[in-house]
């Protein structure tokens, strides 16, 4: 095995580190890899300060209401996930290849456009998918988690559904403007320091176990309006009248396949969540749920690399320009990696301690834990595959491919919940997510000839460089 650094001053790999250093500032003057890493260490800083936050809110729970209360408000996050993945019909992310492919042919007025008209769509759909969780609340407490008292918190979260999908939409488009710091924010912060604000001052008062509930609605409402400033004020928007350039149903052909693809990536991350609610005790749930943000660390650099590298992958496709895809998402890759290994490795060396902060009893995820950040580690070094097959027209080829695997997890979750409870639930969710990003792996290789995956110390290279 080689050693780092040779008796001549050269690495293993033969070259000095001075050519290492020339090689390096070389590589900063490529405007895409330097707008790569400028946008992803700010939304890398971003993802962590709402990290933070996030596990303060999650922490305040833990500590002042116990295991039982965590797993209720876990499962009433989840049904608001469900209803506000649908009531944005996919539009965030059809708006965010809309209008980075239509600023990069300097056509800011369709830019313009495709939002009044995805808001048009969003904003009545999502006020009646507020009114049928209100009313059918009771329902889906009783009969599908078998909880009758989950009635009441699940009425709370229904008016939290609007405000989501209006905050998701503002995001993405200043996604797509590359207003990074407003993405950041209201991607992974706005939300954890509303509520841990408002958990805070409501705790002074009242110690009822509707508190974080009510407190979540009041962040996410907060963060909606602010949204809507930012965007009105980032993108310079006024009342303009909507054209007739682009067709509600052009909107819609690329927005559906994407709210399919979204809907069915929300079940495979959270189906573990659904069916221990299901089969399991409330406890086993807040347990669970600790288990999962601990693990998604590791996926921190993964998504702060994605805010940036999103619309660059639109980009370069709209350009036709795949050799430059492929250095952009390699590029990516090697970002995600490098970033992701230590927070990995102290997952892996101290699980225990980790959940201890949480409490004595979250002690008892630590197989949990370790299947877990073991499938969100492939998918860090697997590098943007989801983004780069639907930023390039291929979301049917993602849509597949979620598709079967949310299938394998859940038959795994309910061959697997009855009988290891957490445990199974856990080995299901990084079964799928190694297959997902595996299998999307190949088809990248396949179709655009450039392999994403990145295994450190080695030098081999596709065809492509």
Same mark, same amino acid.
């Given at each position: 095995?080689?050693?780092?650094?040779?008796?001549?001053?050269?690495?293993?790999?033969?070259?000095?580190?001075?050519?290492?250093?020339?090689?390096?500032?070389?590589?900063?003057?490529?405007?895409?890899?330097?707008?790569?890493?400028?946008?992803?260490?700010?939304?890398?800083?971003?993802?962590?300060?709402?990290?933070?936050?996030?596990?303060?809110?999650?922490?305040?729970?833990?500590?002042?209401?116990?295991?039982?209360?965590?797993?209720?408000?876990?499962?009433?996050?989840?049904?608001?996930?469900?209803?506000?993945?649908?009531?944005?019909?996919?539009?965030?992310?059809?708006?965010?290849?809309?209008?980075?492919?239509?600023?990069?042919?300097?056509?800011?007025?369709?830019?313009?456009?495709?939002?009044?008209?995805?808001?048009?769509?969003?904003?009545?759909?999502?006020?009646?998918?507020?009114?049928?969780?209100?009313?059918?609340?009771?329902?889906?407490?009783?009969?599908?988690?078998?909880?009758?008292?989950?009635?009441?918190?699940?009425?709370?979260?229904?008016?939290?559904?609007?405000?989501?999908?209006?905050?998701?939409?503002?995001?993405?488009?200043?996604?797509?403007?590359?207003? +990074?710091?407003?993405?950041?924010?209201?991607?992974?912060?706005?939300?954890?320091?509303?509520?841990?604000?408002?958990?805070? +001052?409501?705790?002074?008062?009242?110690?009822?176990?509707?508190?974080?509930?009510?407190?979540?609605?009041?962040?996410?409402?907060?963060?909606?309006?602010?949204?809507?400033?930012?965007?009105?004020?980032?993108?310079?928007?006024?009342?303009?009248?909507?054209?007739?350039? +682009?067709?509600?149903?052009?909107?819609?052909?690329?927005?559906?396949?994407?709210?399919?693809?979204?809907?069915?990536?929300?079940?495979?991350?959270?189906?573990?969540?659904?069916?221990?609610?299901?089969?399991?005790?409330?406890?086993?749930?807040?347990?669970?749920?600790?288990?999962?943000?601990?693990?998604?660390?590791?996926?921190?650099?993964?998504?702060?690399?994605?805010?940036?590298?999103?619309?660059?992958?639109?980009?370069?496709?709209?350009?036709?320009?795949?050799?430059?895809?492929?250095?952009?998402?390699?590029?990516?890759?090697?970002?995600?990696?490098?970033?992701?290994?230590?927070?990995?490795?102290?997952?892996?060396?101290?699980?225990?301690?980790?959940?201890?902060?949480?409490?004595?009893?979250?002690?008892?995820?630590?197989?949990?834990?370790?299947?877990?950040?073991?499938?969100?580690?492939?998918?860090?070094?697997?590098?943007?595959?989801?983004? +780069?097959?639907?930023?390039?027209?291929?979301?049917?080829?993602?849509?597949?491919?979620?598709?079967?695997?949310?299938?394998?997890?859940?038959?795994?979750?309910?061959?697997?919940?009855?009988?290891?409870?957490?445990?199974?639930?856990?080995?299901?969710?990084?079964?799928?997510?190694?297959?997902?990003?595996?299998?999307?792996?190949?088809?990248?290789?396949?179709?655009?000839?450039?392999?994403?995956?990145?295994?450190?110390?080695?030098?081999?290279?596709?065809?492509?460089?």
């Amino acid at each position: 095995m080689l050693n780092r650094v040779s008796t001549n001053g050269k690495n293993a790999w033969g070259l000095h580190p001075v050519v290492l250093l020339e090689r390096f500032t070389s590589r900063l003057k490529d405007a895409h890899l330097k707008e790569l890493l400028t946008g992803s260490s700010i939304a890398f800083v971003m993802k962590i300060a709402g990290g933070i936050l996030g596990y303060v809110f999650t922490l305040l729970i833990a500590r002042n209401f116990g295991a039982g209360t965590m797993g209720v408000f876990a499962l009433s996050l989840t049904v608001l996930n469900v209803f506000s993945i649908v009531g944005r019909l996919g539009l965030d992310t059809a708006l965010l290849r809309f209008i980075a492919e239509y600023l990069a042919k300097g056509r800011k007025d369709l830019a313009r456009e495709v939002y009044e008209k995805s808001l048009r769509i969003i904003v009545p759909f999502s006020l009646c998918l507020t009114g049928l969780l209100f009313l059918f609340a009771p329902h889906i407490a009783k009969h599908v988690f078998h909880k009758e008292y989950l009635s009441l918190y699940f009425r709370i979260m229904s008016l939290a559904i609007f405000p989501a999908v209006l905050t998701l939409i503002n995001s993405h488009t200043l996604r797509a403007i590359k207003k +990074i710091v407003a993405f950041s924010f209201f991607q992974n912060v706005s939300t954890y320091l509303f509520a841990s604000l408002f958990l805070v +001052i409501m705790l002074v008062f009242n110690q009822g176990d509707t508190i974080p509930v009510i407190a979540y609605v009041l962040a996410i409402a907060a963060g909606a309006a602010l949204s809507q400033l930012l965007w009105r004020k980032h993108s310079q928007m006024k009342a303009v009248p909507v054209g007739n350039e +682009i067709k509600f149903k052009t909107i819609l052909d690329v927005s559906v396949p994407m709210l399919f693809s979204s809907s069915i990536a929300f079940i495979l991350h959270w189906v573990g969540t659904l069916m221990l609610g299901m089969f399991r005790s409330e406890t086993e749930v807040g347990v669970f749920n600790i288990a999962i943000k601990i693990a998604m660390l590791t996926s921190f650099t993964l998504m702060a690399v994605n805010s940036i590298a999103a619309p660059k992958f639109a980009e370069f496709y709209g350009r036709n320009d795949m050799k430059g895809l492929g250095r952009i998402a390699r590029q990516s890759t090697k970002l995600i990696f490098w970033t992701s290994f230590p927070i990995l490795l102290v997952v892996f060396l101290f699980p225990s301690l980790v959940l201890g902060i949480f409490g004595e009893e979250f002690k008892t995820g630590v197989l949990p834990l370790y299947l877990l950040a073991g499938g969100q580690f492939v998918a860090a070094i697997s590098g943007s595959v989801g983004f +780069i097959l639907i930023m390039t027209g291929r979301q049917m080829v993602f849509q597949n491919v979620i598709i079967s695997v949310t299938v394998l997890n859940i038959v795994l979750n309910m061959i697997l919940i009855p009988r290891y409870g957490i445990a199974g639930a856990a080995f299901a969710n990084m079964a799928s997510v190694v297959l997902k990003n595996l299998v999307c792996v190949y088809f990248i290789r396949r179709i655009f000839g450039f392999i994403t995956i990145y295994v450190p110390l080695t030098r081999g290279r596709d065809k492509n460089g």
